[in-house]
């Protein structure tokens, strides 16, 4: 069994890093009538050096980055308004998130080999982290050192993914559930943040394309197992509906 079933058996749906470039830039080009020169790309996905599966900043440059450990958007509501105002005039807003997974050629979730080692890494780290943590029963508070402040966002990602801790630690593949839930989580935070931060995007739409990495080695392709596309109205700060593209004959046709 090559990489690639091994990544569909439990991503049946992912595509290469490469392929979600393409794809969906082609897509917003030419659907949308983007104009890539004008769109502010902005990312909230793990600070993790694994996570350059997708290529988006070879053509939409200055990314924003929202990110931290796990994904989640720690920029809050003060980055979000700041990304609204740095968008080109008449450009538009994009924003790619989610967190990432590593796999290794035997199909195992959660461990990679990274660019330089021969040795077996966590992927994602902060994730593992937090897995073996609500496994053995741990709080949150009680292992922090010294303050929050020393170790914020893998504090900040625990207590984000407590609601789910009994789910993650029961479930058949806890690796790859505390990935599924953290998407779930960002994918929340990011809307609320784009829905509290609405009046002040200049531009005219909001593209979110959310999705789980998935590293795999310097050998084969990453893939990304896209999970959500939507495009919001930024002009109707009154009404905020994501309206999902994934329904549409052209995202179908990808």
Do not use: W
Not at 62 to 89: C, E, K, N, Q, W
Not at 114 to 140: H, P, V, W, Y
């Amino acid at each position: 069994m090559n990489i690639e079933e091994k990544v569909f058996r439990h991503y049946p749906s992912a595509k290469t890093g490469a392929d979600i470039t393409e794809n969906y830039l082609n897509l917003l080009e030419k659907e949308d009538k983007t104009d890539l020169k004008k769109m502010l790309f902005a990312t909230s996905v793990c600070s993790d050096d694994v996570n350059v599966s997708t290529d988006f900043r070879r053509v939409l440059s200055r990314p924003f980055t929202m990110g931290g450990l796990g994904g989640l958007p720690y920029s809050g509501f003060t980055g979000m308004v700041a990304f609204s105002h740095h968008i080109p005039d008449g450009g538009d807003a994009f924003i790619f998130y989610g967190p990432h997974v590593g796999i290794t050629e035997e199909g195992e979730l959660g461990r990679m080999i990274r660019i330089g080692q021969k040795r077996l890494t966590n992927s994602c780290g902060a994730l593992m982290l937090a897995l073996e943590r609500f496994q053995k029963g741990d709080d949150a508070d009680t292992y922090v050192p010294q303050s929050v402040y020393y170790d914020y966002q893998q504090v900040q990602l625990e207590h984000s993914l407590m609601p789910f801790k009994y789910e993650i630690s029961t479930s058949e593949n806890p690796k790859k559930a505390i990935t599924d839930f953290t998407y779930l989580t960002i994918d929340t935070q990011i809307k609320k943040l784009v829905k509290m931060s609405l009046r002040e995007f200049q531009c005219e739409r909001i593209f979110l394309l959310g999705g789980v990495i998935i590293n795999t080695s310097e050998k084969f392709n990453d893939y990304v197992d896209v999970r959500n596309f939507d495009v919001i109205d930024a002009k109707n700060a009154k009404q905020f509906e994501p309206i999902s593209i994934l329904e549409l004959v052209a995202f179908q046709n990808l």
